[in-house]
């Protein structure tokens, strides 16, 4: 019997059913955790012991729903573990990572249970299905024999301790993590000060009363970190700096993550091999669109070759630069953003002070709702309801009056959130059992202001921003019965295409000129601002896309093949193999790599946005072929045949239907500027 007393278990009678965050105490997530995994063990306790012939209703939809309390309750709680952790949620992740992970294993190798699927995949062709039951059947059986269904004995039991295992790793890889951001601080005196742009001395002032340090400070945060590294002429400062930033994870000490990654990368080859796969990326690339390593490193070899010639080109340039103010020595990794700012501003006549006064945080909120508006008819309205954090904006989303999501947009950096930027939905969309709309959260970590004053963003700001708000809408666009195929639950290397094809409606003149307002006077961003801004936005693009190819390779090359002894010196080697250029680094070096030891998600799939991007230029090239960025017929193809579909249909089949036809690598590197446009 369910635990009214609980908040976490009881009806949630407020608006939208959405969470009672005040009444929800730290302490009340143990025992919701456990009264959930009973609920959901019986559940799964009823199918298995059905006397009744399995049918896709007792067996696929009854499992679907089995443990509908246990997702309520663990939507609310790794919400408030991502963005904002204490001691106690950091304590609790550490308990129940391997009581998860044991009850998913325990699920997947439940023989009862699968033979009722297997009976099912084998009579399917007589079944009447639907196409999305069809995928439902066929998702629900490759999950159970990718999870060690097909197992036995000694192979099924190691299975279970080596998933139990990868789950406290990664959620320790998490916490270590965001220890050192957390604790890492540098003070500035008032002469570190000179030089820098108003907008970098406020943060730096704003962080400082955070950290309550007395005085301005540059923390771990990127979105403080890299304006910093642009505008601070003091060398070492700028060298103390970044190299504290590549350094998390890799302190030594409790916080130190390199042995995590090393045992990581062995048990993943162990139960790769558990299942028959010569490779843990080989086992984990079967289902994404890519199908194996092979096709992943030659899309990546086709990109690094131009991003690094012309990644040296301007290295050379800098370097030349660094030389004439006199500084000796080569061209280092902290120099690269201090001597490309002063660069672009000379050949674009872009100053990062000039440009973001107009990218104030509440007016690029406002243009992706316009956006999304303008593309698919939705309306956000603000809400006045309870949310996680005071930092915490809400709004509903509707279409022609109906109720179609709850938004939480928490943008802020603040001490208790972990790094980066992400979506997440604490309610997913679904039919089956009642209609259910979506709760979807947009995390940022962007600098808060000083009191009174506007949240101003960079122009990487600003691309996060509608990045993760296209992830968003592949959430609150979703149009499915099963929320086994909602939303996000696509492949890995198709989950970014709608997240990064929004991107480019920030850069959409029209949409710039209506939104890209000065703080101060509220007079739009001149024409001639706004052209160089367009006309800059592949410059340095060897830089980006080097620092980001680089990770995918590594990460390819910790799982393609047997593990590594050393995770660092694997690294080395295959930046030495590469010709990395002496003053990039990766974008995340192994110890702070989270997207790859978090947890399973990128493993072997960080290559996923650079396919995605092929597909995401390609997508909005339709859009221009049109002539409008808001062409109606091209946003409805986008809605029903991506965005609405979650993962109801294959990924590349969802892709020919919106476009008809693939699209080649030329478009992303046309896109970045690596090879001429026609």
């Known amino acids: 019997m369910t635990d009214t007393t609980n908040p976490l278990l009881s009806d949630w009678t407020g608006p939208f059913a959405l969470p009672p965050f005040s009444a929800i105490t730290d302490d009340d997530f143990p025992a919701a955790l456990e009264t959930a995994l009973i609920e959901a063990r019986a559940n799964i306790a009823a199918i298995t012991e059905n006397e009744e012939a399995p049918t896709f209703e007792n067996t696929i939809e009854a499992l679907e729903l089995a443990d509908e309390t246990l997702s309520k309750v663990l939507g609310v709680f790794y919400n408030l573990a991502g963005a904002d952790a204490n ?66 004995g000694e192979d099924r039991d190691r299975y279970a301790q080596i998933m139990q295992r990868l789950a406290s790793l990664g959620t320790q890889f998490t916490q270590n993590l965001l220890a050192d951001e957390r604790a890492w601080f540098m003070t500035l005196a008032e002469d570190d000060l000179a030089g820098l742009p108003d907008f970098l001395i406020d943060a730096a002032r704003s962080a400082g009363e955070d950290k309550e340090a007395g005085g301005p400070v540059v923390t771990l945060s990127r979105s403080l970190i890299t304006p910093f590294l642009m505008f601070q002429f003091k060398r070492d400062l700028r060298k103390r700096a970044y190299e504290a930033y590549v350094a998390r994870g890799a302190n030594g000490g409790e916080t130190d993550n390199r042995a995590i990654a090393a045992e990581t990368l062995r048990l993943r080859e162990e139960r790769a091999k558990l299942l028959g796969y010569p490779s843990f990326a080989a086992f984990k690339l079967e289902t994404e669109m890519a199908g194996t390593p092979e096709a992943v490193r030659e899309l990546l070899m086709n990109v690094w070759t131009p991003a690094r010639a012309a990644a040296e080109a301007d290295a050379k340039v800098l370097e030349d630069m660094l030389h004439a103010e006199g500084q000796t020595g080569p061209l280092e990794p902290w120099d690269w953003h201090y001597y490309s700012e002063k660069r672009r501003q000379a ?332």
């Open 87 to 152: 001691a106690r949620r950091e304590e609790l992740q550490r308990e129940f990572s391997p009581k998860l992970a044991a009850y998913s294993s325990e699920i997947s190798m439940n023989a009862d249970l699968f033979a009722r699927i297997e009976t099912l995949w084998q009579e399917r062709d007589m079944l009447p299905l639907d196409d999305e039951q069809a995928r439902v059947l066929m998702l629900t059986r490759r999950g159970f024999v990718r999870s060690g269904a097909l197992l036995e």
């Open 347 to 678: 050949e674009h006549s872009l100053d990062e002070g000039e440009i973001k006064p107009y990218l104030q945080l509440d007016r690029m909120i406002e243009a992706a709702f316009t956006v999304a508006h303008r593309l698919f008819g939705l309306d956000f309205a603000p809400l006045e309801v309870e949310t996680y954090h005071p930092d915490v904006k809400a709004f509903e989303v509707t279409r022609n009056g109906e109720h179609i999501a709850v938004f939480f947009g928490d943008y802020f950096a603040r001490g208790s959130k972990r790094s980066g930027a992400w979506c997440s939905a604490m309610r997913s969309q679904k039919r089956l059992g009642e209609d259910t709309r979506p709760i979807v959260v947009n995390v940022c970590n962007f600098v808060k202001p000083e009191a009174g004053k506007p949240a101003l963003l960079s122009w990487d700001d600003t691309r996060t921003l509608f990045h993760e708000f296209g992830h968003a809408l592949h959430q609150m666009l979703s149009d499915v019965t099963y929320e086994r195929v909602s939303g996000t639950s696509v492949a890995r290397d198709f989950v970014e295409l709608p997240s990064q094809l929004y991107e480019h409606w920030m850069e959409v003149p029209e949409v710039l000129s209506e939104f890209a307002t000065h703080a101060t006077t509220g007079e739009p961003m001149p024409k001639d601002l706004l052209d160089r801004l367009i006309g800059a936005a592949t410059y340095d693009a060897g830089f980006n896309t080097v620092e980001y190819v680089s990770s995918a390779l590594v990460d390819l090359g910790f799982h393609d093949g047997p593990a590594p002894a050393d995770p660092m010196q694997k690294q080395a080697e295959i930046l030495e193999d590469l010709g990395m250029p002496r003053a990039i680094r990766m974008r995340h070096a192994t110890p702070h790599f989270a997207h790859v030891f978090s947890g399973d998600g990128y493993s072997s799939g960080y290559y996923s946005y650079m396919w995605s991007e092929v597909m995401d230029a390609d997508a909005f090239e339709a859009f221009r072929e049109t002539g409008d960025a808001f062409d109606q017929d091209t946003a409805r193809k986008l809605e029903d045949h991506i965005l609405s579909r979650g993962g109801s249909v294959d990924a590349g089949e969802l892709y020919l239907r919106f476009r008809g036809k693939m699209p080649e690598v030329e478009a992303l590197l046309k896109g970045r500027g690596l090879i001429a446009a026609e």
